[in-house]
C-alpha cells in the first residue's frame, strides 16, 4: 500500500526553523520525484519546493528560496524540508506528493502531475 507520511509540524516563533519529513512506505521513492507544498486557510494550495528523483536537482519558489532545503535520504526512505527563517506568512498545512517522471518538477513547482499526497502536517508561525 503506498503511503506517504509528513511529520515535524508545530508551532514555532518567527525566524525558527522546523524540519519536515515525508516518510514512504510501501514503495521506494528513489523513483519518484518529491514535491512540496502547503495551504493556508481560505487559499490555495501551492508549492514550495521539490526534488527530482534521477539527478536530485531541487527546485524552489521565490518565497521558500535561500530560506527552505529540500533533500533526500535514501535509506530512510525520507525526504526532508529544512525552514528556516520562518516568517508568519509560513503558516500553512504543509504536503508532500510524488510523481514520474521527474519533468513535472520543475522550476514552476506545479501541482500539475502530482498523483499520491500524504495527509498534511501544520506549521504555526507566531509569536
Known amino acids: 500500500q503506498v503511503q506517504l507520511v509528513e511529520s515535524g509540524g508545530g508551532l514555532v516563533q518567527p525566524g525558527g526553523s522546523l524540519r519536515l519529513s515525508c516518510a514512504a512506505s510501501?514503495?521506494?521513492?528513489?523513483?519518484?520525484?518529491v514535491g512540496w507544498f502547503r495551504q493556508a486557510p481560505g487559499k490555495e494550495r501551492e508549492g514550495v519546493s521539490c526534488i527530482r528523483g534521477s539527478e536530485q536537482t531541487t527546485y524552489y519558489t521565490h518565497s521558500a528560496k535561500g530560506r527552505f532545503s529540500v533533500s533526500r535520504d535514501y535509506a530512510k526512505n525520507t525526504v526532508y524540508l529544512q525552514m528556516n527563517s520562518l516568517k508568519p506568512e509560513d503558516t500553512a498545512a504543509y504536503y508532500c506528493?510524488?510523481?514520474?517522471?521527474?519533468?513535472?518538477?520543475?522550476?514552476?513547482?506545479?501541482?500539475?502531475?502530482?498523483?499520491?499526497w500524504g495527509q498534511g502536517t501544520q506549521v504555526t508561525v507566531s509569536s
Open positions: 510501501g514503495f521506494s521513492l528513489e523513483r519518484y520525484a
Open positions: 506528493a510524488i510523481t514520474t517522471p521527474d519533468y513535472y518538477c520543475s522550476a514552476s513547482v506545479s501541482l500539475s502531475g502530482y498523483r499520491y
